[in-house]
């Protein structure tokens, strides 16, 4: 087994990430909703941690990511950078509060950064919120992209399958990616597309190329904290490696515990006042 240990202490920013790029070295990247989980991320020596829109999925065990609000989002991020030291702080913007007009979008992420201590904001889609994108970022707050599959509009897409496999989406994607990194965007998150696409679009943009299921030729990768972990199931995607069976660990801590009041093994005399 591989351990880490980031040679570098100092807070994580947008501005590293870019030197990240420039030297080649992979920004690592993963979710987290919570105090537990974004310290552990955190302690890992991960470099960017998304406070992501799936606790839709995997927090509240809803089947899409709309029902996020604003409000969820906001405490979701505050509680990871209660427990964050080192990591940029990414914050997503749920569905509904970005897409309608600018003048909300912006006054939406003010709250995020205002009420959660987020460092940033990550918003989906390219063309369709280029106004809403300027607008955030002359108010000063980084912006992410993301870019391909983006589940807040699956009830569009119909499925999670791979996008911009037909040249029209992929030139399309394309265009988005040069956008995001003209406006300003500090990174942009490209979810399952065609490793070659994506790996053109790390090519061409200056800012650093994140992938989820987009392949190994791009400046980082980021997964989901849990399913990486092994504590979902019946969520198997290819691009999904796992590096723990945390569900099999903590099935068995809890069996065991009930097992042992059951029986009257817990507490013991030392376990008591
Ligand atoms: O919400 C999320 O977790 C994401 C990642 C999958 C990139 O957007």
């Given at each position: 087994m591989s351990t880490y240990t980031a040679e570098d202490q100092r807070k994580v920013t947008t501005r590293r990430l870019a030197e990240m790029k420039q030297r080649g070295e992979k920004i690592a990247c993963l979710t987290a909703y919570d105090f537990t989980m974004a310290r552990l991320v955190d302690e890992a020596g991960v470099d960017f941690i998304l406070v992501g829109d799936s606790a839709s999925n995997v927090?509240?065990?809803?089947?899409?990511?709309?029902?996020?609000?604003l409000d969820q989002m906001i405490y979701h991020a505050r509680c990871v950078v209660n427990g964050v030291k080192r990591a940029l702080v990414v914050c997503d913007m749920p569905f509904g509060t970005y897409q309608g007009n600018s003048k909300e979008a912006l006054a939406n992420a003010i709250r995020i950064m205002k009420e959660s201590g987020a460092e940033a904001v990550k918003l989906e889609g390219g063309a369709e919120i280029r106004e809403s994108v300027e607008r955030i970022l002359s108010a000063g707050i980084p912006v992410c992209g993301h870019l391909g599959l983006?589940?807040?509009s699956i009830n569009k897409f119909g499925s999670y399958t791979v996008r911009a496999r037909e040249q029209a989406e992929a030139e399309k994607l394309l265009n988005d990616a040069r956008m995001l990194d003209e406006l300003g965007c500090f990174a942009l998150v490209l979810e399952k597309i065609p490793a070659d696409l994506a790996a053109q679009v790390a090519r061409e943009v200056s800012i650093p190329v994140i992938g989820i299921g987009a392949g190994?030729?791009?400046d980082g990768q980021i997964l989901v904290a849990q399913d990486m972990l092994g504590m979902s199931k019946g969520f198997s995607p290819r691009f999904l490696r796992r590096y723990a069976d945390l569900s099999t660990v903590i099935n068995d801590a809890l069996s065991h515990y009930v097992s042992d009041v059951k029986i009257s093994d817990f507490p013991n005399e030392k376990e008591q006042y």
């Open positions: 927090m509240a065990g809803n089947t899409t990511t709309l029902p996020m609000t983006t589940p807040q190994g030729a791009v």
